[in-house]
């Protein structure tokens, strides 16, 4: 394994502090699989995990995709900066002479061969063009119609969002593709070519008000407005939840509630949120109640997430504004735990040098605000199980945007 690699993981490995990676369990890949996904937004499974950490036998090197999500759940920026920020010592080895010279043959080759790969994809822009509408104003599911043109002879594909297992290639010659979207967001649509990006846009899909969903793949079940709207709250009844997912096995379905698009947009430096929410499943592997708030943005890239459990598995959530964030194995988050089954009441609010996140009152964590301008676009509740919602606010400061129940 290259030392820039094997450096990458052991980083990863004393943030994590989960003690030798040859104890892992599945378990625990699993769990990495969801900070990876959390804190970048990029969804590396834990058949891949195992594979880059050797726990599964596989002959080629790790992707591009899957080094840079590592290397920004790292903390950087990408897999080329935590490469020209690792310390040489880190990456030194003692050899003997002849092998460095093998070495240095070896690094030279591979680089003729990386600069011809180099030349042969980075394209000059003109030779893209990438655009996309859908196919409905507003609501899910939706159809995107992408418009494109690139040079013939590559190969070329789609990618929906920052989720590259959301790829699909297009035919040879063509310049329309269409692309369904089964749930509403703020997405980063890519033209690559290879493992190349060539063009990206921002893509927005709205929801029709409030919208509700119990997970299915591939394709949700859309929830009636009448199962889960009422006056005073948003909620959907666990025995209407009990019958949609009878025939599951092991962790619970997740309940979403999601409006985007459907306000003026909130800058994060100038954010104020408040809601009111309940878990109320907690049968069986829903006894941690996990549940989650995301703030959507419109960076393409992140959101901010406001989670909170029962206490006692406050060890495996994750908090983070944009690109800040922490997880629970490495950082007290005990904040976001609730002592006791009912409503909590959360807080999100940002003073212009950081946002602030409050459960029941107390102040749970402090981060710092992203780097790059971003604006909240939507909100999605998430439980493990079912839950309701009530009080909803979302304000730019003191001027109100979003108000319900």
Request: aromatic share 12%; glycine share 8%; with cysteine.
């Amino acid at each position: 394994m290259p030392p820039e690699i094997k450096h990458l993981l052991q980083t990863i490995e004393r943030q994590l502090g989960w003690g030798e990676p040859g104890q892992w369990q599945s378990r625990d890949f699993d769990k990495l699989n969801q900070l990876i996904l959390d804190k970048t937004g990029v969804s590396l499974s834990a058949s891949t995990l195992k594979r880059v950490w050797g726990r599964v036998q596989y002959e080629s090197a790790p992707s591009a995709v899957t080094l840079d999500a590592l290397a920004r759940f790292a903390g950087y920026e990408g897999f080329r900066a935590f490469a020209g920020a690792a310390p040489a010592t880190a990456l030194r080895r003692p050899v003997r002479w002849r092998r460095l010279v093998a070495a240095l043959f070896i690094v030279l080759a591979l680089g003729a061969v990386a600069a011809f790969a180099f030349r042969r994809h980075a394209r000059p822009a003109g030779d893209f063009r990438f655009t996309s509408r859908t196919v409905v104003t507003r609501g899910v599911p939706n159809s995107v119609v992408f418009d494109y043109s690139a040079p013939s002879g590559d190969s070329v594909f789609i990618q929906q969002s920052w989720d590259p297992t959301r790829t699909e290639p297009v035919e040879p010659g063509t310049h329309q593709h269409t692309s369904i979207y089964y749930r509403p967001g703020f997405f980063r649509a890519k033209l690559r070519v290879d493992t190349f990006i060539m063009c990206e846009h921002n893509l927005l899909i709205g929801t029709d008000g409030w919208l509700g969903m119990v997970e299915n793949e591939p394709v949700p079940m859309y929830l009636k407005p009448s199962e889960f709207l009422l006056d005073s709250l948003m909620r959907l009844p666990a025995p209407v939840y009990a019958q949609k997912v009878s025939a599951r096995q092991g962790e619970p379905p997740k309940t979403r509630f999601f409006n985007v698009g459907n306000f003026d947009p909130v800058p994060v430096g100038r954010l104020s949120f408040s809601a009111d929410v309940f878990n109320e499943y907690g049968e069986g592997p829903g006894i941690c109640r996990f549940s989650k708030v995301y703030l959507i943005t419109d960076d393409g890239n992140g959101a901010i997430l406001f989670p909170f459990a029962m206490k006692g598995c406050v060890s495996d959530i994750s908090v983070f504004c944009v690109d800040h964030g922490a997880s629970g194995k490495n950082a007290d988050l005990s904040g976001f735990g609730l002592d006791s089954v009912g409503w909590a009441h959360l807080v999100c609010r940002s003073d212009g040098r950081e946002m602030s996140f409050w459960v029941n009152d107390r102040l749970a964590y402090r981060t710092p605000l992203p780097a790059a301008r971003s604006n909240v676009v939507g909100v999605e509740f998430v439980f493990v199980g079912t839950g309701a919602v009530r009080k909803v606010r979302l304000a730019n400061q003191d001027k109100t945007v979003l108000q319900a129940f």
